[in-house]
């Protein structure tokens, strides 16, 4: 009886928690450690707004995942405090649980249920009533371009289909605030287009989404904040434009058509700025004053009689802010961290006591989605989605 | 309570439709026990002439066994099942509902009953149709699937009590040998009164399963006996206890959600 209570008074809290607006999350000096001491969250701090996209890029293995657990209260923290939709997650997680919806890693499907199944599967565990259900579960499949495919065992679906569904599953009982766990991770740039497109509509209805991410463009694109983690810790955090506008300025980039005539180049474009690194037989140039100083260069380039073969100007990337902030470059991080036990593999550790059987578990699912990519890709496009 | 059955409903109707819809699951659940059944009747039937052999069908002896069998498959398929959506993060997509962990084991084992009592129900007509008697009538079938869906909760149970601790389709898949020795080991072929070799009296009297299988045989053979069915419906019943509490515990390890 207490139990049913305090259920019902954590679920009277979620509905209060979506309308009062407080869909955001704030997190204090969260801290997640594992078997054998291996630090995966190193004592985080972010805070997402209400109705914005957060985008939390990290190579593999950085955390994001980890930290996404115990947003989502899969895992308590070691230490430290996270509040999502106003609720702690450590203490209010049956609350916290109802006010949100994920998307976690890899399409987590019944290969053997169709689209339609997962979702009177979802909506009951939600405590839809049955009409309520079945009516949003078709509101949800027509959204994610699904309805044509609704009753075909999903085992048949493309991983862009799959991905959409999870996503509209996680969309069943109308959460304020959405995680999504490398939601794009394997999918080809139509599917990933289209996936983008859907959290920008989710947005702009006023969910907040919590996005990791490993890819630079994603997060890029699609985010209107990006937290950079990296070894557990956030290196930086600002929107992608102040991110980059903080580690320096544009460079140019030119080839000459003669080879030999590089030196000359590069003696013409340094009286506009610091030589930077430059594309083997290119020279390139940091731009102090920023694109302004553009026109004047290849007036420069034309009166000392240099024909150019190739001219670009470099806008400094999110890639090249985290090789500011950790002196490594984003692209190849991931390997590096992969061989240390931390992040997903760390936390599934964690969670089944035991490490080796975990990492098999890992790579075999791992190897089976890559496996079946092509064979979906090609059921993606036969089902026209 | 409406959302907790609800939500055992649900869970189980998945649960039956993901064997079901497995062929490579439902086939050794089928045929597997049939062709053992074969091999045993035409191979021992001979065994019926023994001074002492309760019955002069040796199917109605061995149809027993069937039922074991299945509920041996169902430990594997249980196990294996669950430990794929351990494996796919299904298993994390229904953490994240406010489903309550004893309906999420709930659904699954009344799933692994229903389909207990399904799969009785074939093993009871694949009898019919090669000759075993049901002494017991039609009060027996209902016994019996009653005992076949209990039994394969407890076996089911375990298969779920080793996914929840290894997380491995395989580790699962692993226990069959290990189980199906405890079927040799027992009363499976001759009656206990007929063991001759003294080891070998002493293992199946101590093992649990000559119990099981004497409960499901009492039916064919004898009609109504209470001391083999009391035994039977023990055995399941403390299988079950057994395995349930496994499930609890490692439930705890692997479902840490706050």
Redesign the interface.
């Known amino acids: 009886m207490s139990h049913m209570s305090a259920a019902s008074e954590q679920a009277t809290r979620a509905e209060g928690a979506r309308r009062d607006g407080h869909n955001g999350i704030e997190v204090a000096g969260l801290v997640r450690d594992f078997k054998g001491g291996v630090r995966a969250v190193d004592g985080i701090d972010l805070r997402v707004a209400p109705g914005e996209i957060y985008g939390f890029l990290g190579p593999n293995g950085a955390g994001k995942s980890t930290t996404v657990l115990m947003l989502t209260t899969l895992l308590p923290p070691t230490a430290g405090s996270a509040r999502v939709a106003g609720l702690d997650v450590v203490r209010e997680g049956a609350a916290v649980r109802r006010a949100i919806g994920a998307s976690l890693q890899e399409s987590a499907l019944d290969p053997y249920l169709t689209g339609r199944e997962h979702m009177r599967l979802q909506s009951a565990l939600h405590g839809l009533a049955r009409a309520e259900g079945e009516r949003r579960g078709r509101e949800l499949l027509e959204r994610v371009g699904l309805t044509d495919a609704a009753d075909r065992k999903v085992g048949g679906y493309s991983g862009g289909m799959k991905r959409r569904l999870d996503l509209g599953l996680a969309l069943v009982h109308g959460p304020r605030l959405l995680f999504l766990d490398e939601p794009t991770t394997g999918l080809d740039p139509q599917s990933r287009a289209a996936l983008w497109d859907e959290v920008r509509r989710l947005a702009g209805d006023g969910v907040t989404v919590f996005l990791t991410t490993q890819y630079l463009e994603e997060a890029d694109v699609l985010a209107d904040r990006v937290g950079i983690i990296d070894r557990g810790r956030i290196v930086a955090e600002g929107t992608p434009a102040q991110l980059k506008a903080a580690i320096g300025r544009p460079s140019v980039e030119a080839v000459p058509a003669d080879p030999g005539e590089r030196e000359r180049l590069a003696g013409a474009l340094a009286r506009f700025g610091e030589p930077a690194a430059a594309s083997p037989g290119a020279a390139a140039v940091r731009l102090p004053q920023g694109v302004g100083d553009l026109a004047e260069i290849v007036r420069a380039l034309d009166s000392e009689g240099l024909a150019i073969a190739d001219l670009r100007l470099h806008q400094p990337t999110l890639d090249d802010v985290f090789l500011a902030k950790t002196g490594r470059s984003l692209e190849g991080a991931g390997e590096e961290q992969d061989e240390e036990p931390a992040g997903r593999n760390a936390q599934a550790e964690s969670k089944r006591g035991d490490a080796q059987t975990d990492a098999g578990a890992h790579a075999s699912a791992g190897a089976g989605s890559e496996a079946g990519g092509e064979r979906e890709r090609a059921a993606d496009g036969s089902a026209g989605a | 309570m409406s959302?907790l059955l609800?939500?055992v409903g649900?869970?189980a109707r998945?649960s039956m439709?993901?064997t079901l819809?497995?062929p490579f699951q439902m086939f050794p659940i089928v045929f597997f026990p049939l062709i053992l059944l074969a091999v045993n009747a035409s191979g021992l039937k001979a065994a019926t002439r023994l001074p002492g052999f309760p019955t002069h069908s040796y199917i109605s002896f061995a149809i027993a066994v069937a039922f074991i069998q299945g509920g041996m498959f169902s430990l594997i398929n249980t196990g294996t099942n669950l430990a794929e959506?351990?494996?796919?993060?299904?298993?994390?997509?229904?953490?994240?509902?406010?489903?309550r962990r004893v309906s999420l084991i709930a659904g699954l084992l009344v799933g692994v009953a229903a389909l207990g009592a399904l799969q009785s129900g074939v093993y009871m007509l694949m009898g019919l149709v090669a000759g075993a008697h049901l002494r017991a009538g039609a009060g027996g079938v209902l016994v019996i699937l009653a005992l076949g869906a209990l039994a394969c909760v407890g076996f089911g149970a375990l298969g779920c009590a080793a996914a929840l601790?290894?997380?491995?389709g395989e580790?699962v898949q692993g226990l069959f040998p290990l189980f199906f020795v405890f079927i040799f080991l027992s009363s499976s072929n001759l009656p206990r009164n007929l063991l001759k070799t003294g080891w070998f009296h002493t293992v199946a009297t101590w093992n649990p399963i000559s119990y099981l299988i004497e409960g499901f045989r009492s039916l064919y053979i004898y009609g109504w006996d209470g001391t083999a069915l009391w035994r039977g419906f023990a055995v399941a019943a403390g299988l079950s206890i057994v395995a349930l509490l496994a499930v609890a515990g490692a439930m705890r390890?692997?479902l840490?959600?706050?």
């Open positions: 959302v609800t939500q649900t869970l998945r439709r993901k819809r497995q959506d351990i494996e796919s993060g299904f298993f994390n997509r229904l953490a994240l509902t406010p489903l601790r290894t997380g491995s580790a390890t692997r840490q959600r706050t």
